[in-house]
């Protein structure tokens, strides 16, 4: 009886763990029941413009380490972007981009490509940010944000919602409660 009573217990914590699961994340237990494509609807050009107003925030740069004498022109980019002062700092990216060797390249094509989409210019902002390597992983992953944020100020609305989906769906992904609030503006 004692063996029974203890099964019993065990039997029942578990089950009640694996239901608190289900209703927590049901996808965990059925994959396919969740279709991507139809958890979230499309969002209108209005809210597109909106989302990107609402979204587009320049990278803080404050607790990023300093570099050394021979990329000094890339930590006055840095500085500069860090000031809102894109003007000077896409020059100045440009200038360390030419080098192919230049090992910050992720983190420049990424600044490159927000202060090109803060200034404006989505279309090539996407050709910026589709250069960050996914092997730099958290600065990727910003990239994929920006360029779905390029995609919705260049109206092409559909290629942005996949993306937004793409990551909205990753739970590993950085800026996936961004994706969320913007994929939940169209509802």
Request: glycine share 6%.
């Amino acid at each position: 009886p004692g063996r029974l009573r203890w099964g019993l217990i065990g039997g029942l914590s578990l089950a009640t763990a694996l239901l608190v699961l289900y209703f927590v994340n049901p996808a965990l237990f059925f994959p396919g029941a969740v279709d991507p494509a139809t958890q979230y609807v499309a969002l209108s050009k209005e809210q597109a413009a909106l989302a990107y107003e609402t979204h587009f925030k320049r990278i803080d740069l404050s607790g990023t380490l300093g570099g050394s004498a021979e990329d000094s022109l890339f930590l006055k980019a840095q500085n500069d972007y860090s000031k809102g002062n894109c003007q000077d700092a896409l020059p100045a990216l440009e200038t360390v981009l030419a080098d192919a060797q230049f090992e910050r390249r992720p983190l420049a094509l990424l600044l490159k490509g927000t202060c090109q989409l803060d200034r404006g210019n989505a279309a090539a902002a996407l050709e910026s940010l589709a250069a960050v390597p996914p092997a730099a992983a958290g600065l990727y992953q910003d990239a994929e944000w920006y360029r779905a944020l390029a995609l919705l100020k260049l109206e092409r609305r559909d290629e942005a919602m996949s993306l937004l989906r793409t990551i909205a769906d990753n739970t590993r992904h950085r800026r996936r409660a961004d994706a969320q609030a913007v994929l939940n503006m169209g509802k």
